[in-house]
T-cell receptor, first 111, second 112 residues
Framework: EAGVTQSPTHLIKTRGQQATLRCSPI?????VYWYQQALGLGLQFLLW???????NRGNFPPRFSGRQFPNYSSELNVNALELEDSALYLC??????????FGQGTRLTVV | DQQVKQNSPSLSVQEGRISILNCDYT??????FLWYKKYPAEGPTFLIS?????DKNEDGRFTVFLNKSAKHLSLHIVPSQPGDSAVYFC???????????FGAGTRLAVHP
């Protein structure tokens, strides 16, 4: 099902730069979740947006931020990149009470 | 604070046998549990879920068992197939609209 598209699929940035990751909407799915999967670790919850508002955020510093647009697409922004931000960033779309559908992820590499 | 734990990082099973993946949780407010499968370079794919009002849910070769008193759930795959080789994540949520909390994952290898 999903149809969740993330862009870009790969992104290489240098330390200190900013990264912007994007997630496409799915009709009827107003919620978007962002997760980080660092090497060897599970999925760590980053942010949850619904109806254009941030509903919850995980234990990440403020340089991780995002937004959701009126068409329910979403951006994740990471400022002042650090080497340990290198990870797979996953976006998931969800409906209340149902499972979340994930995109293929954006592989961010900070050098 | 890990609210969802998958204590086995890896599991190796022979084709045709049963695979049992385990997951423990600490938050008694969790009321919905899910299993996802993830192949390399792909996002997680939903597999099966169970509500806290049930103790078993079955879908084809996949069955999820929930033991609320022990705060434990397990995923049974039978018979296991080589295509089942992937990383399996269990996840939990409290409230219908809340974020999913994931375990660290278990890498399943099904060999001929």
């Amino acid at each position: 099902e999903a149809g969740v598209t993330q862009s870009p699929t790969h992104l290489i940035k240098t330390r200190g730069q900013q990264a912007t990751l994007r997630c496409s909407p799915i009709s009827g799915h107003t919620s978007v979740y962002w997760y980080q999967q660092a090497l060897g670790l599970g999925l760590q919850f980053l942010l949850w947006y619904d109806e254009g508002e941030e509903r919850n955020r995980g234990n990440f510093p403020p340089r991780f931020s995002g937004r959701q647009f009126p068409n329910y697409s979403s951006e994740l922004n990471v400022n002042a990149l650090e080497l340990e931000d290198s990870a797979l960033y996953l976006c998931a779309r969800g409906k209340k009470g149902q499972e979340a559908f994930f995109g293929q992820g954006t592989r961010l590499t900070v050098v | 604070d890990q609210q969802v734990k998958q204590n086995s990082p890896s599991l190796s099973v022979q084709e045709g046998r049963i695979s049992i993946l385990n997951c423990d949780y600490t938050n008694s407010m969790f009321d919905y549990f899910l299993w996802y499968k993830k192949y390399p370079a792909e996002g997680p794919t939903f597999l099966i879920s169970i509500s806290s009002i049930k103790d078993k849910n079955e879908d084809g070769r996949f069955t999820v068992f929930l033991n609320k008193s022990a705060k434990h759930l397990s995923l049974h795959i039978v018979p296991s197939q080589p295509g089942d080789s992937a990383v399996y994540f269990c996840a939990a949520r409290s409230g219908g609209y809340n974020k999913l909390i994931f375990g660290a994952g278990t890498r399943l290898a099904v060999h001929p």
